[in-house]
């Protein structure tokens, strides 16, 4: 009998959410522009984690991102007394300053693009640092092995891109130029000894590479449309990321040469991906994870309630989106974290007994340089 209670309690809870995240997304479509608030007031009271009601930014419907930021205000809003609502923006690099200037609350997305924000990284699109933002939670990581070239181009390797047309500039997309700068200087390479082809977006990258316009480009994850649409119709190679690397050896891959990619992509680790779509054998690529982030603005009452509600019921996350099924209490917290935690979510985590001094010395290097 407890186990069929179980069961109906757990059918009730996903029939609840599948119902409010619905109707968040209803709300935020068609409004890309940040909600009204007057006076620039902070999104959360100062005192206090009760009925509380949060903005929370995150890039355009129909991204994943979205889908975890639904999700997430869902799960929050539906077990708590924090009332969470979404606004989808054009993307992070819109509402990533909005944190400083208390127009967004919460949002998740890539920590790589929120550090470059928060030191305020001027050639990655952040001329001011937003110096407001503060972690609350690690979430999935994405794994990205960097550049993919057609299957029918002869290219195996990175160094066989010498002389190559290699898509870039990505003004609209900086992680992906980034991304290529990276994996061609953890080569030994630079776009110098490459022909540098402009293109605005990824989706304009892997177009010209379907058109044979360039020889190769950046590369999203196999389950992406563009990339099965290109798979099918032309054939695509994913390249090892690192040339002289197989994918059981990246445990002795030297500092030096990771550096090459962890200075430009922080946060980033090396690992491995399997076979999937276009990725035809074990591959080497890198990682990096999502963060669920907050203005400092918001109450430490507010953020501690988030944290709770979040670890006590992270199950609910699980159906709505693959990458979710990683959102668990052991993934949450970063031992080595490249934005400075809310002091809600330091509360939070010294009270689960994770806060350690190495931690400790990290949150308060990343403090000062909020500071200056």
Not at 163 to 185: M, N
Not at 234 to 259: K, M, Q
Not at 284 to 311: C, G
Not at 324 to 333: H, I, M, R, S, Y
Request: include cysteine.
């Amino acid at each position: 009998m407890q186990r069929n209670f179980r069961k109906s309690t757990r059918k009730l809870t996903a029939v609840l959410l599948a119902a409010a995240l619905s109707l968040i997304t209803a709300c935020s479509q068609g409004n890309n522009t940040p909600a009204a608030n007057p006076g620039n007031q902070p999104q959360a009271p100062a005192g206090g984690g009760k009925n509380v009601k949060i903005n929370y930014t995150t890039s355009p419907i129909g991204t994943s991102v979205n889908t975890i930021g639904n999700a997430i205000a869902s799960v929050i809003s539906l077990n708590s007394d924090v009332q969470i609502s979404v606004q989808p923006v054009a993307g992070m690099n819109v509402w990533l300053p909005q944190i400083d200037l208390g127009q967004s609350g919460l949002g998740s997305d890539a920590a790589p693009e929120m550090v470059w924000a928060f030191e305020g990284k001027a050639d990655y699109g952040y001329k001011q640092p937003v110096k407001d933002i503060r972690m609350m939670v690690r979430g999935n990581y994405i794994s990205v092995t960097g550049l993919v070239v057609r299957a029918d181009s002869g290219i195996k390797s990175v160094a066989d891109l010498k002389g190559k047309r290699v898509a870039g500039g990505y003004p609209a997309a900086v992680f992906a130029r980034v991304t290529t700068e990276a994996v061609l200087a953890a080569n030994g390479m630079s776009m110098s000894d490459v022909k540098e082809v402009p293109v605005a977006t990824i989706v304009a990258g892997m177009e010209a590479l379907r058109d044979n316009r360039v020889d190769a480009t950046f590369a999203l994850v196999p389950s992406s449309p563009i990339m099965m649409e290109t798979h099918n119709s032309v054939g695509l190679h994913a390249l090892n990321l690192l040339d002289n690397t197989r994918p059981d050896e990246i445990n002795t891959v030297p500092e030096n040469v990771f550096n090459e990619i962890s200075s430009r992509i922080p946060g980033s680790e090396l690992t491995v991906v399997k076979p999937e779509g276009y990725i035809a054998n074990d591959t080497v690529a890198f990682k990096y994870p999502l963060y669920l982030v907050s203005s400092s603005q918001i109450s430490e009452d507010a953020v501690y309630t988030m944290m709770d509600t979040l670890w006590n019921h992270y199950e609910d996350l699980h159906p709505i989106h693959p990458w979710l099924q990683e959102w668990t209490p052991e993934q949450f917290f970063d031992p080595h974290p490249t934005l400075p935690y809310h002091e809600g979510a330091v509360k939070f985590f010294k009270e689960k007994g994770l806060w350690n001094d190495d931690v400790e010395k990290i949150q308060q290097e990343l403090l000062k340089k909020a500071e200056k």
